[in-house]
């Protein structure tokens, strides 16, 4: 294998990514003052760059070098899909109007392209791999134009070196770009992204060239695409992708950067030879999620391997002596030499436990945040021997955190253990719906909501002023109850058949349960990015989970009281709560999970009990923690599914029993999904055009289905006429008996003018093929 000709070591330690949002969250305030037209595009960039150089300060701070390239440069704006898209000029052609001459887009397009305009829809959004961020999917056609002329990277880096750092620039590599692609429309049959292979590293080889001759010893390509073998692509195909798309990227020159390719989230199978024999420089290998590679893999003596042994996407400290024994083992693979990362970007944890000076000191005392695992990587490249008191305080940590108060609850043990297989069945779905057609007698084509409607600057203060002992519980509650009166009769007023109460009590769908069930704990500023300048704290599950009391009864029992039409009780499934909590790492998932079902389960009888008839118990993340090997996958499936079924078979078979999932390769999952068992399932369809219509109709899916019809990530008000289309569509593959109409997603981000002119359009197009099927819309 020939070099690169002037190869420079890679970092002894280093980072594959940093949270990009601002300690303080700058990043999303700017961006948000920027869509607001209170600031110009001018403010937005300088804000940008004062994020990014603080950023390099503090790492190299940290103790990351300010010039081996161990500083990674992962900036963005928004999405480092999109941003790999728009550097090789890929945009759909309805954004066309956007793109200059030179082939770029300015920061107002790429938002635009982001969220949609007007009747333009945005780029589709889905989950990144197995983790609670949402990326944007690049539509790829035979005639996109694919060339290089985005330099903001190029740019960023000279940005750095000027300050006196250099960093390694991080891009999507060319491979997971065009996998996680979608055909464009009007593509041809049999077309796929992947065959545009060659005009993409054809863009990515000027862009790397452009890095280089800016002084980039190292550029990061990014592709955990490799460790999934669940692609339609066939397993033979990809490999040969990547061969030939690093073959040209690694050839021998003296106008490219070392190359380092990153292969998080699991265990790199597929390609790992194709990788080594290329030329490539580096590759690093998740040694969390995954494990080492084999022995006997030809040309891997060329190449460092960096070990990701310290888990980025969690918070608990790292066990440093069973990582640098991992360390130790990936020696004997025979790379040329070893060194030591994290195995995911940091972006998917919060900055630092520094900003948390309220966390219980015991538990703090067992977490690692992003600046944490900064340490935790420096101690293990450093070693017992060079970071004694590193290693030393993670043993202290594996010795007293399993006898700690809480951690393991005898009561709850013994609960799981009494259950038998008739706790996780209801009653069989047709009894249920002759007993739920009785009691609720709605009309074909019911219409409601997912649950929450918009938070309002008046609902935030109110909880803020709450927290800080500035209104007393009554006051609090009254200030709830005057709001969900508000939302009461503005969905009366709308004319919907099944209301919510809003949820302006929740200032997240599970931090808010997460606060009132034991075994977790919540954070001030733990806050990570999700999908754009969207932000979650993500809740600490760290022991044995309980419900002391009831969580939602009274908010659902006020709301019924003010109306006459159905109300839905709302609940966070137990997958989900799972799925966007750090969740303690010392059991199996699934007898969490039952943990938490139980308490969930609690909580529907007292709903019941207090008349709410109709239950919504949400799963959005069901796909999300979906195992990326097909292997491992159906153990997963098995145990969500039953958690669920736990949680909802004490309903009775009057109780409509909802569920809620959205952003995710449902057809995937979509046995699962029907093995929920739930009387209606909503999920996301209209950013997608109603593309889960076949997978439902190949399925055959026999209960009652609610498939979105307003893109609720999107400023976008969709009109009468394509609510309308879409609706048609469904029905078409649904049929009148079954289908449901709602929007995509919880309505808590959007603003009410938009959102009540949207259900206001959603209603009277629903009235308009009620119409069409004879049904009275008086």
Known sequence: MT???????????????????????????????????????????????????????????LGLGADDASVPLDFSYYDQVLDAALAIGAVPERFTDLVGDDGTVDLAGYFTIARGEGDRAPLEMTKWFDSNYHYLVPEIGPATPIRFVGRRRVQEFTEALNAGVRTRPVLVGPVTFLLLSKAADGAPAGFSPLDRLDDVVAAYAELLAALAAAGAPWVQLDEPALTSDTWDVPRDEVKAAVARAYGTLAAPSSSRPALFVATPYARLGCAIRELAASGVEAIGVDLVRGSAPDEDVAGIENVTLVGGVVDGHNIWRTDLDAAAEKLAALEGVGAARVTTSTSTSLFHVPHTLDDEPNL??????????????????????????????????????????????????????????????????????????????????????????????????????????????????????????????????????????????????????????????????????????????????????????????????????????????????????????????????????????????????????????????????????????????????????????????????GAVEATQVHTHLCYSEFGEVIEAIDGLDADVTSIEAARSRMEILPDIERSGFARGIGPGVYDIHSPRVPSQAEVTELLSAALGSVGARRLWVNPDCGLKTRGYAETVDSLRNIVAATREVRAGLGVPTA
Not at 42 to 54: F, G, I, Q, V
Not at 382 to 397: I, K, L, M, N, T
Request: charged share 25%; hydrophobic share 40%; with cysteine.
């Open 3 to 61: 070099q690169h000709l002037s190869q420079p070591e890679f970092p002894a330690a280093t980072v594959l990514g940093y949270p990009r949002i601002g300690p303080h969250r700058e990043l999303k305030k700017a961006v948000e003052s920027f869509w607001a037209g209170r600031t110009d595009a001018h403010a937005l960039e300088a804000t940008a760059s004062d994020l990014r150089a603080r950023t390099r300060s503090h790492l190299a701070a």
């Open 360 to 649: 219980d000191p015991t538990l703090k005392s067992w977490l690692a945040f992003a600046d944490e695992k900064v340490g935790e990587v420096l101690a293990l490249a450093a070693g017992p021997d060079g970071a004694p008191e590193a290693f030393a305080a993670s043993r202290e940590v594996r010795s007293t955190r399993p006898t700690t108060a809480g951690v393991r609850r005898p009561e709850v043990r013994e609960r799981l253990a009494a259950l038998t297989e008739a706790d996780f069945h209801r009653a069989a779905y047709d009894a249920r719906v002759a007993a739920q057609d009785a009691v609720l007698d709605l009309p074909p084509l019911p219409t409601t909501t997912i649950g929450s409607f918009p938070q309002t600057a008046e609902i935030r203060r109110a909880r803020a002023a709450h927290r800080r002992g500035e209104l007393t519980d009554a006051q609090y509650a009254e200030e709830m109850r005057a709001e969900i009166a508000r939302v009461v009769t503005l969905q009366e007023e709308l004319g919907l058949d099944v209301l919510v109460h809003g949820e302006p009590e929740r200032n997240d769908m599970v931090q808010y349960f997460a606060e009132l069930l034991d075994g977790f704990a919540v954070t001030e500023n733990g806050w990570v990015q999700s999908y754009g300048s969207r932000c979650t704290r993500p809740s600490i599950l760290w022991g044995d989970v309980s419900r002391p009391a009831p969580m939602t009864v009274e908010w659902s029992a006020y709301t019924a009281s003010l109306t006459s039409a159905p109300v839905k009780g709302m609940l966070t499934g137990p997958v989900t709560i799972l799925a966007w909590s750090f969740v303690r790492d010392d059991q199996p998932l699934g007898d969490t999970a039952n943990q938490v079902a139980l308490a969930l389960r609690d909580e529907i009888a007292d709903l019941q009990a207090a008349g709410i008839g109709i239950i919504q118990v949400d799963e959005p993340a069901l796909r999300e923690l979906l195992p990326l090997r097909r292997a491992d996958q159906q153990a997963y499936l098995d145990w969500s599914v039953r958690s669920f079924r736990l949680a909802t078979s």
